[in-house]
C-alpha cells in the first residue's frame, strides 16, 4: 500500500495545519493507519491511529486535545487535523498502515507493514 503524505509547512504557533495521506490500491479500506513524527535527533514517536472503519481512535498524551486523525475510505485517505500548534510539534510527520488496529500497539513502529515517505511540519514560536 504506497502512502503519500501532503499538507505539510509552516505555521506559527497557535495555528493549524492538516495533513493528508493518500493511499494506492483497493485494501486500503482494511488497514489501521497510524501517524508518527520525528524532530531532529530524536527518534520516531507516536502521534494518533486509527481503526480501519474510523470508529477508533488513540492519541499520544502529547497531542491528546489538540490532533484528531479521521479517514475517507472511498478517498483512500487518512487524515491529521492539527490544532493549537506548538514549537515542539516541528517535526517530519510520517503515516503508515498495518492491517489490525490493536491500541496496544499502535505506538509501536516495528508493527506497521507500509510507511510514506514524510511532510515537514515547522512550528514557529
Known amino acids: 500500500v504506497p502512502l503519500v503524505e501532503d499538507g505539510g509547512g509552516l505555521v506559527q504557533a497557535g495555528g493549524s495545519l492538516r495533513l493528508s495521506c493518500a493511499a494506492s490500491?483497493?485494501?486500503?479500506?482494511?488497514?489501521?493507519m497510524g501517524w508518527f513524527r520525528q524532530a531532529p535527533g530524536k527518534e520516531r514517536e507516536f502521534v494518533a491511529a486509527?481503526?480501519?472503519?474510523?470508529?477508533?481512535?488513540y492519541f499520544a498524551d502529547a497531542v491528546k486535545g489538540r490532533f484528531t486523525i479521521s479517514r475517507d475510505n472511498a478517498k483512500n485517505t487518512v487524515y491529521l487535523q492539527m490544532n493549537s500548534l506548538k514549537p515542539e510539534d516541528t517535526a517530519v510527520y510520517y503515516c503508515?498502515?498495518?492491517?489490525?488496529?490493536?491500541?496496544?500497539?499502535?505506538?509501536?513502529?516495528?508493527?506497521?507493514?507500509?510507511w510514506g515517505q514524510g511532510t515537514q511540519v515547522t512550528v514557529s514560536s
Open positions: 486509527v481503526s480501519w472503519s474510523g470508529g477508533a481512535t
Open positions: 490500491g483497493r485494501t486500503f479500506s482494511s488497514y489501521a
Open positions: 503508515a498502515a498495518r492491517q489490525q488496529f490493536d491500541r496496544a500497539i499502535m505506538p509501536n513502529t516495528l508493527v506497521y507493514d507500509y
